[in-house]
């Protein structure tokens, strides 16, 4: 894996754990009862995307960790997603 790879796994990882993390306990203005005018009621009621970046930071590092260590171990590799068989044989190495 190069450095390339990883840094766009990393990435993916990040702002795939940040769609599912952004939702998770939101709470609109319309919930609270305080509306400010001008904007909608489903509006977030607080400002909590910076606690939210930590947590997903946090958690696509982990998610990443393990995904390198599957792929560097070898464990998982292309050949595996190769169902129709259209790679080349695999070369022995010496």
Not at 12 to 34: A, I, N
Not at 39 to 53: D, E, L
Not at 73 to 80: A, C, E, F, L, N
């Amino acid at each position: 894996m190069t450095i390339t790879a990883a840094l766009v796994m990393f990435a993916v990882c990040w702002f795939m754990t940040f769609f599912v993390v952004l939702p998770l306990r939101f709470k609109s203005q319309g919930d609270m009862g305080e509306v400010v005018p001008g904007t909608p009621k489903s509006a977030p009621s607080g400002f909590v995307v910076k606690r939210k970046a930590w947590i997903t930071t946090i958690a696509a590092t982990i998610i990443w960790i393990i995904l390198c260590s599957i792929i560097l171990s070898g464990k998982i590799t292309v050949r595996d997603f190769d169902y129709m068989g259209r790679m080349p044989p695999e070369t022995v190495q010496n």
